[in-house]
């Protein structure tokens, strides 16, 4: 199964200039090139994220999820920087 790139992601994406398609790494859910390089790999396919959350239960449960995420990550790895930048 792979994860559809919401619209959230791309924007986020577009605001920090790298390009963002369907990861090939097992478990992942996004890979993050910038000017055609490999970055990362990043979200976990098995969880929900900010734009996931949106659609699903609505904007009060993603904001408590995106906060809770962000209290969860206050040093964060470049892979964690940019997944709280491009799912959250």
């Known amino acids: 199964m ?3 790139i919401k619209d959230y992601t791309k924007k986020q994406a577009l605001k920090l200039g790298v390009e963002v398609r369907p990861s090939k790494h097992k478990g ?3 890979d993050v090139y910038k000017n055609g390089e ?3 790999s990043i979200g976990a396919l098995n969880m929900m994220d900010y734009p996931s959350y ?3 239960e609505g904007k009060q449960k993603a904001e408590e999820r995106r906060r809770l995420y962000h209290l969860r990550h206050k040093k964060p ?3 964690e ?3 709280l930048f491009l799912l959250w």
């Open 2 to 4: 792979s994860y559809k």
């Open 28 to 30: 992942k859910k996004i």
């Open 38 to 40: 490999f970055l990362h």
């Open 54 to 56: 949106l659609e699903k």
């Open 77 to 79: 790895t470049l892979g």
């Open 81 to 83: 920087q940019l997944a």
